[in-house]
């Protein structure tokens, strides 16, 4: 079962523009964390969001949890060609030992030089 | 330093030969996932321990099977690998279920 919708799947954009890449839940997130993965590498946290209509910003990244707790997003400003990579969502599912961490289906972004 | 190590980092299998990918931490968490990621797609969850409780997804392939003998060591099993199979493994760690994961290199595997 997909829990978490990701959008656009793919970008690809010019150096300097700016995106903005979604993550929607028909249920309500408890916390949502992004991730980015580099080709070759495995994925790194960039941040959690917890709080309804929380903002926090990371350099050029500015991530935002909707009100209701049911989509996030990601806005970056000005990207270079070090934000490529596979930018993804992810929560937290079940309860106790057998909770596990899913993950959406991702967006793969391609900045240009 | 790198605390969540796989190895290997490329493994070339043939079809049918079994294969074990391995996967050690430093950070001494109590879970430990492995993920199955195919080229441009999300990671999609195998099965993972809390401590020695293992949680197997639904929807694994009974091909597929895994071992924690200790807290810093994982392995993952895959008995009859078939040309499907070929992806990134990725393992993964966490503190307590479904907090930050940390996540090792991968290994990729190929099944020709």
């Known amino acids: 079962t997909q829990l978490l919708e990701q959008s656009p799947q793919f970008l690809s954009i010019q150096e300097g523009e700016n995106l903005t890449v979604y993550c929607n839940s028909s249920s309500v997130f408890s916390s949502l964390q992004w991730y980015r993965q580099e080709p070759g590498e495995g994925p790194v946290l960039l941040v959690t969001?917890?709080?309804?209509?929380e903002v926090k910003k990371l350099k050029r990244l500015t991530f935002q949890f909707g009100d209701a707790r049911k989509d996030s997003s990601l806005h970056i400003t000005a990207a270079q060609p070090g934000d490529t990579g596979l930018y993804l969502c992810a929560q937290a599912h079940g309860s106790g030992n057998t909770g596990k961490l899913i993950f959406g289906q991702g967006t793969t972004l391609q900045v240009k030089p | 330093d790198a605390m969540v190590i796989q190895n290997p980092r490329y493994q070339v299998t043939q079809f049918g030969k079994p294969v074990t990918l391995s996967c050690s931490q430093t950070?001494?968490?109590?879970?430990m996932y492995w993920y199955q990621q195919k080229s441009s797609q999300a990671p999609k969850l195998l099965f993972h321990y809390y401590d020695k409780d293992f949680n197997n997804e639904a929807d694994t392939p009974d091909n597929f099977q895994s071992r924690r003998p200790n807290t810093s060591f994982c392995f993952l099993d895959i008995r009859s690998p078939g040309l499907g199979d070929t992806a990134m493994y990725l393992c993964a760690t966490s503190r307590d279920p479904g907090r930050q994961a940390f996540f090792g290199q991968g290994t990729r595997l190929t099944v020709v």
């Open positions: 969001v917890v709080t309804g209509g």
């Open positions: 950070l001494n968490h109590n879970v």
